[in-house]
């Protein structure tokens, strides 16, 4: 119950397409969504995040589209370009104490 | 601001040796989490503390202590390094007030243990 489930593993993606990554939960206790992005070598970063109580939330090219009743949140980047190209983490917060309990990954790959 | 810092970037440690992973950040921060990254299997908390002298197992403890004598560092011990202890360890900060809030991650700490 404690899982977050992510999908696709890898993504290839032609510059100025859009990316599609998803993510998946059960604990209906989870209270906040938070996507990280990690470049080569580098630690993860918050990209944007999400409260259950909205359905969408948009910060420039990226947004979080979030079904509360399917559990199910993803994100979206808009224009993709040749720089967004990293490997981005879905989170879901809960257990108390803010922890976070992390998606599996997905390496995008934005092609020239 | 430095931010979180994490030292040393690399070591490779031989099997039953034991290593501190350092931690440090100047953000004031009272919450402070020790994750370990391994391929396709996401980031998974190792330890946490929500202030100094308080400390708490995450889902990965087991092979692993912790200390946070100072709101600035939360080092991360190895006792008897396994094979199973090969990762990217990354240490993360976060000011607890307020509802939502970011965890800040530090560069990480890529670990061999042959």
């Known amino acids: 119950q404690q899982q977050v489930k992510q999908s696709p593993q890898s993504l290839i993606v032609q510059k100025g397409g859009i990316s599609i990554i998803n993510c998946a939960y059960e604990?209906?206790?989870?209270?906040?969504f938070p996507w990280y992005q990690q470049f080569p070598g580098k630690g993860p970063a918050l990209l944007i995040a999400?409260?259950?109580?909205?359905s969408e939330k948009k910060e420039g090219r990226f947004t979080i589209s979030f079904n509360k009743s399917a559990k199910q949140f993803s994100l979206h980047i808009m224009d993709s370009q040749p720089g967004d190209s990293a490997t981005y983490f879905c989170?879901?917060?809960?257990?108390?104490?803010?922890?976070?309990?992390f998606g599996t990954g997905t390496r995008l790959l934005v092609s020239p | 601001n430095a931010g979180v810092t994490q030292t040393p970037k690399f070591r490779i440690l031989k099997i039953g040796q034991s290593m501190t992973l350092q931690c440090t950040q100047d953000?004031?921060?009272?919450?402070m989490y020790w994750y370990r990254q391994d391929p396709g299997m996401g980031l998974k908390l190792i330890y946490y503390?929500?202030?100094?002298?308080?400390?708490d197992k995450g889902e990965v403890p087991n092979g692993y202590n912790v200390s946070r004598s100072t709101t600035e560092d939360f080092p991360l011990r190895l006792e008897l390094a396994a094979p199973s202890q090969t990762s990217v360890y990354f240490c993360?900060?976060?000011?607890?007030?307020?509802?939502?809030?970011?965890?800040?991650f530090g560069p990480g700490t890529r670990l061999t243990v042959l």
């Open positions: 989170a879901a917060r809960g257990g108390g104490f803010q922890k976070l309990v």
């Open positions: 604990n209906t206790a989870f209270d906040y």
């Open positions: 999400i409260r259950p109580d909205v």
């Open positions: 953000m004031n921060h009272n919450y």
């Open positions: 503390s929500v202030g100094a002298g308080i400390t």
């Open positions: 993360a900060s976060m000011w607890s007030s307020g509802v939502y809030n970011e965890q800040f």
